[in-house]
């Protein structure tokens, strides 16, 4: 019995998407729920699995082809009641000429594009991935091997050496590779690219004394961890309820703007930026007001676990009134970062730098962070996004105000 493997539904902001990884080949057993195929989106890579065991017959849409939402991608060969793992059934014509054409199905994109580059036949090269399937490692170490092979071949006879005016400068090796750009990395680039043509954005700095919020950190961390099952007392919980609360007393940083309309948000759905490996990704904490510090830690942890993984949703990045952003894990001492639309403000923190401060008349070193406000000028006025900042440097420099709403 045959069934159709079909691309999921994609949400309403997502058009189409990119088959990026077969993770099983045309005739290979699969088992119920096994992960088959992924499909990049503009957003999140999408996880297909097989809807019951059997043999994947027929690859429909290779990889890097354009997919449609709920297009047919696959067909999938369903094992009969007497045999759980059937017979592999014989790929087809076309999934063989992709096998032997440089091992098409057998190769991941990038090295598909190394050993095009290099003029390599895929067929000759091991593979020590899942299923067989070549990597981007094993391309290189098949360059690696042929090039030793080449040096230990024997050395043509020694010929009587040029003129030194006939003889040439050695060139350094000039090294290029052209890669397209992924689907992830493209949407963000016309998404930054917008902000700049569609947005008054201007940033606004301020610095804040953290030691306050390090000594609250050292004092309560170990006793934090215990009671709330592991999860660890750091600085976002704080940054995030110090936002919440600035947000409610200046409203129109929480607000965005729809067409000629000005929508102003009674809730505080906080976006966080989280990197990965295919560019940044920004999941939403939902009520993020109502959220203890603990839920916050938990869930931002969490958050940045399944992103590097590829398993966030597309729900999970939708909405938010407003968005954090911590540069300062990669060392960052200042920056300016950029709206994400159709947000308002987005608060940039920082790398923790000890500076010489002057406090009460005389020099003491300080642990102090750099913030940055970048908001947009067609709706927060300069004075609203000075005393939002200010009031979130105030808030963190004395955070019992955060739990007495001060």
């Given at each position: 019995?045959?069934i159709e493997i079909k691309a999921p539904t994609f949400p309403e ?309 407003f968005t954090i952003t911590n540069g300062g894990v990669f060392g ?41 406000l970048s908001y947009d000028h067609r709706l927060v006025d300069g ?24």
């Amino acid at each position: 019995m045959s069934i159709e493997i079909k691309a999921p539904t994609f949400p309403e902001s997502v058009t189409d998407g990119t088959i990026a990884t077969w993770h099983k080949l045309a005739g290979e057993t699969v088992g119920r729920d096994e992960l088959i195929v992924d499909i990049e989106t503009d957003k999140v890579v999408l996880e297909v699995v097989a809807p019951e065991a059997g043999v994947l017959a027929e690859i429909v849409k290779a990889e890097g082809e354009i997919v449609l939402s709920g297009e047919l991608i696959g067909r999938l060969e369903k094992a009969t009641v007497e045999s759980e793992a059937p017979a592999i059934a014989p790929p087809v014509e076309e999934d063989v000429a992709k096998v032997k054409a440089g091992s098409e199905s057998m190769m991941g994109p990038a090295a598909r594009q190394l050993a095009q580059e290099h003029n390599l036949d895929g067929s000759a090269i091991a593979g020590t991935g899942k299923g067989g399937r070549v990597t981007k490692e094993d391309v290189m170490n098949h360059i690696k091997t042929a090039s030793k092979a080449q040096d230990s071949a024997p050395a043509p006879a020694v010929v009587a050496p040029k003129a030194s005016s006939d003889i040439e400068a050695p060139s350094g090796e000039r090294v290029e590779k052209r890669v397209p750009m992924t689907r992830m990395r493209a949407r963000i680039a016309e998404r930054l690219l917008g902000v700049s043509r569609e947005t008054a954005m201007l940033t606004t700095f301020n610095e804040v004394n953290m030691k306050p919020v390090m000594d609250l950190r050292a004092k309560y961390k170990d006793k934090f961890e215990k009671t709330h099952n592991g999860t660890r007392l750091g600085f976002m919980g704080l940054f995030v309820k110090a936002a919440c609360e600035a947000l409610k007393r200046y409203t129109v940083v929480n607000a965005s703007i729809d067409g000629d309309d000005v929508v102003y948000h009674g809730y505080q759905d906080v976006g966080v930026a989280v990197s990965t490996d295919k560019g940044l990704v920004v999941p939403v904490l939902r009520d993020a007001d109502f959220m203890s510090i603990a839920d916050i830690e938990a869930k931002i942890r969490d958050f940045g676990i399944r992103a590097k993984e590829g398993k966030l949703g597309i729900e999970e990045m939708q909405g938010g009134t407003f968005t954090i952003t911590n540069g300062g894990v990669f060392g960052s001492l200042m920056s300016t970062p950029i709206l994400n639309p159709p947000q308002a403000g987005i608060l940039g923190m920082h790398k923790i730098q000890e500076r010489p401060m002057a406090v009460d008349g005389e020099v003491v070193i300080l642990p102090m962070m750099y913030l940055a406000l970048s908001y947009d000028h067609r709706l927060v006025d300069g004075k609203d996004a000075v005393q939002f900042l200010v009031a979130i440097k105030e808030l963190l420099e004395d955070p019992a105000r955060i739990l007495l709403q001060l």
